[in-house]
Structures are given as C-alpha cells and as structure tokens.
C-alpha cells in the first residue's frame, strides 16, 4: 500500500479549483487543501509541507509566471502547471525553473491523475540525476585533492605516485579517516607553509 499524497492546489478560480480537487479525489487522494491567493505562497507552501503542488493559472502574465517559477525554484517538489494559454518560451521557462508536468489547455478532471503521477516520476528522475550529478562533482573534486596531496608527498618525501597514495592510505587507516580528509588536512597544512 502506497502512502497517501498530500496534495496543495493552488488557484484563484474556485471552480477550476474544484474540478482539480474532484479528479484527485476520484483517483482516491483525500488530502488535497486548496490556496486561492498567490501572495506569501512560499511561507504557506513552507507550512502546510505539500508532497506534490498543483497550479492552475488560466491567463497567466509574465509576472505571474515568473512569481509562480521563482517559487517552483525554491520548493523543490513534484510540480504539475495547467494554464489556458501560453506565451512561446514560458513552456521552457517553467522547465528551467522546475516544474515537472506543463500542461496548456488540458484541464478536464479525467486527466489530472495521470498528469500528477508524470510530475512526480519527472521530479524523482530529475532528483535523482541531480544528486549524481552532485556525486560525480564531490568525487571528482576528491580525487582532485589526493592528487595535490600525493604531489606533496612526492615532491618533499621523493616518492613515487604510488608510494606517496599507500602513505595517504596508511596515515588514513592509523588515524581512523577517510584518505580525503587526510588529503585535505596535507593540502591545507602546506599551504600554510608556502605562504
């Protein structure tokens, strides 16, 4: 059994709201708590700790847009957008800004479900790939610094490449720590000396 969604609609039409809340309901998500007002979102958004958002803006301007992605930038949830129209580059603006489902003139109640169900696969894919992303970036930027710090070694203990790694390793493993943070702590402490 799958836990139950809270869901945060957000729309300022009370109808279109509802039809919204109808087709969650139907497809069983009984949390569902609807905002009409789009001032201080991210404070209520903060509060009410939504597991996915949905927005419906029927003729959004640009500065509703752009409010509505500086949000989507900071919350960092499975996001669905309905709008009536769109403006050419608002489809790849809301992307950009992390919106996981854009949907233009598709609001019927039979849809919602599988549009959520996309968003929240979009955002764990894109989640995922962002953190091994962070990942590769961390490890790359280790093996940076054992590099920098077995050129220390090699450079004042005259050793080899190989020889200099197994003294990282060693000091590591006698200290109870991670070759990088022995890595570090080299690099750190010969840059105090050079200076």
Known sequence: MTPQLSILVIDDNRIRASIIEQGLRDAGHDQVIIIGEIEGLVRQITTIEPDVIVIDLENPNRDQL???????????????????????????????????????????KERVKPILDMAISRFRAYSRLNRELAEARTELADRKTIDRAKGILMKSKGVSEDEAYRLLRKTAMNQSRKIIEVAQGLVIASGLLED
């Open 66 to 108: 752009e409010h509505i992605f500086q949000v989507t930038r900071a919350v960092q949830r499975p996001i669905a957008m309905f709008v009536d129209k769109s403006e050419s580059g608002s489809i790849e603006a809301a992307v950009d800004a992390g919106v996981s489902a854009y949907v233009v003139d598709g609001l019927k």
